[in-house]
């Protein structure tokens, strides 16, 4: 059982030796990795910079002679992943502890981000406290806020690094007794404006003898769906809530990506898609929203949370973008419309109801899909029971015919 520290032990050294010390008085091994690039290092690293630099492509020597830091945290963080992937199936690595300002945090957590979901991962940063959806992606990264900077012992700084160090050891030595149900798995999107139709459709799956997992639809949840869709841990897709794509069309705070609609198609695993959300574009506080959009129309959600209408011509291109990404699909793949209304604020007498808008969305789609993906158009609107037991109906169909389907 070993701990892995990633840190730049030219110039973080003592705080990171004191981290070992913690780790080892619990009884853990530890391996230390040193990331750092312009002195050597002021303790013995297991495996050094050159290592690191050489799994990132490159050598130390060149990183020194081009003083580039952008360069260098690049290729550093690219080594520190090849290598944390290269130790975890070696078995040395059972979790992973950083420590460091913004180099080593960017370093130490793209290292992180390699590894599979579950492995502990502990980051102590003096970045913490502000946006840290760069360093922690779609993982299941912990980050700490050291409060001062790491730059000597301290009072202030041994408490926060051993509460850092005894949290990871903790992780690590205590195998949590979780039971791991032999059953298929679906991964569902969710939105606050699609919650009971993904409620309702989920219980239906688990009756059924399914094991769900949802998504928050935010961009990060749509991105950490698709990941686990690649790692081959989803046996099928219920994707209700494919919201993200009108941000990353038209500029919204949720994008999931250009890539978002992919995964499941490239793993040739069934998938069931709908429209859910596609009538909103997501941002900030109201001040926030970008002056290029001041004459459209809002829902202001909650004090932190505004909502823009998307527009017919938006609809119309939403439909297009995702009618492609499913005719790249190479598994069974279904579209189902639900006319009266893609979110709670869609429907009649609601903030968003804009039948114009939801007509070239459905059009788009009826003019893009190709035969090869099943298109099936119900009335009702997205929330309503019959609308998610025909979700849940169709994604069961496609995973019998698939073969991975539970036993009756």
Avoid at 9 to 31: M, N, P
Avoid at 208 to 228: C, D, K, P, Q
Wanted: include cysteine.
């Amino acid at each position: 059982m070993a701990v892995v520290i990633i840190g730049t032990l030219d110039t973080k050294g003592e705080e990171i030796a004191f981290a070992r010390s913690v780790v080892e008085s619990q009884g853990v091994d530890t391996h230390l990795v040193d990331v750092g690039v312009m002195d050597d290092p002021e303790i013995e690293p297991d495996t050094t910079a050159a290592e690191v630099a050489e799994a990132g492509g490159t050598t130390l020597e060149s990183l020194r002679e081009s003083g580039d830091r952008g360069e260098a945290m690049e290729a550093m963080g690219d080594g520190a992943a090849a290598v944390a992937e290269r130790l975890r199936e070696e078995g040395v690595l059972d979790g992973v502890l950083g420590l460091g300002g913004s180099g080593n945090t960017s370093i130490a957590t793209t290292a992180m981000r390699a590894l599979p979901v579950g492995v502990p991962k502990f980051m102590v940063s003096t970045m913490a406290s502000g946006d840290t959806e760069p360093y922690v992606g779609a993982r299941d990264i912990a980050m700490l806020y050291s409060v001062a900077d790491i730059e000597g012992l301290n009072q202030l700084s041994r408490r926060v690094i051993s509460n850092a160090a005894l949290a990871t050891v903790g992780m690590v030595a205590n195998e949590p007794d979780v039971e791991v149900p032999d059953r298929p798995t679906v991964a569902i999107t969710m939105f606050g404006v699609t919650t009971p139709c993904v409620q309702h459709a989920r219980e239906l799956l688990e009756d059924r003898g399914y094991e769900t997992i949802v998504f928050h639809a935010t961009g990060t949840g749509g991105r950490a769906m698709e990941s686990l869709v690649e790692e081959g841990l989803v046996d099928g897709v219920l994707d209700v809530t494919t919201t993200e794509w009108a941000d990353e069309l038209v500029g919204g705070v949720l994008s999931a990506g250009p890539d978002r609609l992919e995964a499941a198609g490239e793993a040739g695993i069934p998938q069931v898609v709908s429209t859910g959300a596609l009538d909103m574009v997501n941002f900030g506080p109201r001040d926030s929203v970008p002056e290029e959009f001041a004459d459209r129309h809002f829902h202001v959600h909650n004090p932190q949370v505004t909502l823009m209408r998307t527009t017919p011509e938006e609809n119309a291109e939403l439909g297009e973008i995702i009618a492609g990404k499913l005719n790249d699909a190479t598994g069974p793949t279904a579209m189902v419309l639900p006319l009266g209304g893609v979110s709670m604020l869609d429907v009649a007498g609601e903030d968003f109801h804009d039948p114009e808008a939801d007509g070239a969305l459905f059009d788009a789609l009826r003019e893009g899909l190709d035969d090869d993906v099943e298109l099936v158009e119900r009335e009702e609107e997205i929330n309503d029971e019959a609308f998610a037991a025909a979700l849940a109906e169709t994604f069961d169909e496609y995973m019998r015919d698939a073969g991975v389907a539970p036993e009756p």
